[in-house]
């Protein structure tokens, strides 16, 4: 299965600022996504992370909010901004490695004070 | 709206016990179920199990999916501690959305 790596792995942010997560794979991969899951919940997809066009958002989640970027088929970056206290959680990426497991990425865990 | 329940939402038994984790869901185009064990932060993918009903399994770990009964079970035989963690159940949906609808989980304590 590919090799995911997720930077940084942990962060304490200030209320108002942002975070970017980088998300690197070591081979192609066609899918990638983003999700959250929050403290003592089950993971929340955000987005699929579509190389060389927008990110297709789940309801609830907006590109204002969770912009993400996708150059090429082996990386992605996930911004959350204008950070509130609601948004600590653990952000992970995971990509499609035989159609249609996915394997995650070891995680973000962030934290808003 | 698509749903996944997963049941018990805890349990805690003794090393060396069997335990039945389920997992059922009530979704539009069902393409495939997949379980995970999540101990930290990263889930890691235990099985894929699709309609054909073909049952799945891993050492000690096994599971199976009922299309009748829109469900599936994970056992895991003769437990040890570090099968302690949060399993997780996701459903993965067809129509091109290949993004995962998880349950909440399983968490799972085992008393040595």
């Known amino acids: 299965s590919a090799v995911i790596s997720q930077k940084p792995s942990r962060d304490i942010c200030q209320r108002g600022t942002s975070l970017t997560i980088q998300c690197q794979v070591d081979?192609?991969?066609?899918?990638m996504f983003w999700y959250r899951q929050q403290p003592g919940q089950s993971l929340t997809l955000i987005a699929t992370?579509?190389?060389?066009?927008?990110?297709?958002?789940e309801s609830g989640f907006v590109i204002d909010k969770f912009p993400i970027s996708r150059p090429n088929l082996t990386f992605s970056t996930l911004t959350v901004s204008n950070l509130s206290p609601e948004d600590s959680s653990i952000y992970l990426c995971?990509?499609?490695?035989?159609?249609?497991?996915?394997?995650f990425g070891p995680g973000t865990r962030l934290t808003v004070t | 709206e698509d749903k996944v329940v997963q049941s018990p939402l805890s349990l805690v038994v003794h090393e060396g016990d069997t335990v039945t984790l389920n997992c059922s869901y009530e979704?539009?185009?069902?393409?495939?179920l997949l379980w995970y064990k999540q101990e930290k932060k990263a889930p890691t993918f235990l099985f894929m199990l699709t309609s054909s009903g073909i049952e799945k399994k891993s050492g000690r770990l096994s599971s199976i999916l009922d299309k009748k009964e829109l469900s599936s079970i994970l056992n895991i035989t003769a437990t040890q501690t570090g099968d302690s963690a949060i399993y997780l159940c996701?459903?993965?949906?067809?129509?091109?959305?290949?993004?995962?609808?998880f349950g909440k989980g399983t968490h799972l304590i085992i008393q040595p």
């Open positions: 995971s990509v499609v490695d035989g159609v249609p497991k996915q394997y």
């Open positions: 992370a579509n190389q060389g066009s927008e990110a297709t958002y």
């Open positions: 081979s192609q991969v066609t899918m």
């Open positions: 996701a459903v993965v949906l067809g129509g091109g959305a290949d993004g995962l609808t």
């Open positions: 979704v539009t185009n069902f393409r495939s």
